[in-house]
């Protein structure tokens, strides 16, 4: 904690932690956050997976690692493994973003309907709106043939971003789906 996000000595220094304690669920997520900064998807995905498979992967590694497949990578292979890791995320109490992940699982795996459930429940359980969850919420509309509602999340996503300045991953294809959808 002592060196700054993304320094080279923080990453060498999480590395060793990492190599020590491949399980600790903090060390993993931090290691893996700084490596996606960094743009190395695929030693996040290494360590998000190490931190799994040795029993640390709470619902943030395993969320992280879930959108990491999901945007980084565009092989069904890589999508069924995020919904077999999101899948438990259907029963109980979850974060909006663990459920945003498992909706969004379900959208790479084309199961529509499941995928308009869950990020109906994700975007309504944030305490303001999101502009990446609208927009997934209203691509799944969309494949799920429910046009108004695809236009009014998308709408809604791209008046979000706007509002608040920020972008999202996404934004362009919304802007374009709205043009089609009038």
Do not use: C, W
Not at 114 to 119: K, N, R
């Amino acid at each position: 904690g002592t060196y700054p996000d993304g320094s080279a000595e923080r990453l060498a220094v999480l590395r060793e932690a990492h190599a020590a304690v491949p399980g600790d669920g903090q060390i993993g997520l931090a290691l893996g956050a700084d490596l996606e900064a960094a743009r190395d998807f695929t030693a996040a995905q290494r360590v998000y997976e190490a931190v799994v498979a040795g029993g640390g992967g709470n619902e943030f590694v395993v969320t992280n690692l879930a959108i990491l497949l999901l945007d980084q990578r565009q092989d069904a292979a890589s999508h069924r493994r995020a919904l077999e890791l999101t899948r438990p995320f259907a029963e109980g109490e979850h974060h909006p973003f663990a459920l945003a992940a498992l909706g969004r699982a379900y959208y790479r795996n084309e199961r529509h309907g499941e995928a308009v459930q869950v990020l109906e429940r994700a975007a309504a359980a944030l305490p303001a709106p999101n502009p990446q969850v609208l927009y997934y919420l209203g691509m799944a509309y969309l494949k799920a043939g429910n046009m108004a509602g695809a236009r009014q999340q998308l709408q809604q996503a791209v008046d979000t971003a706007r509002g608040s300045g920020l972008s999202f991953a996404g934004l362009d294809e919304a802007r374009a789906t709205l043009a089609t959808l009038g």
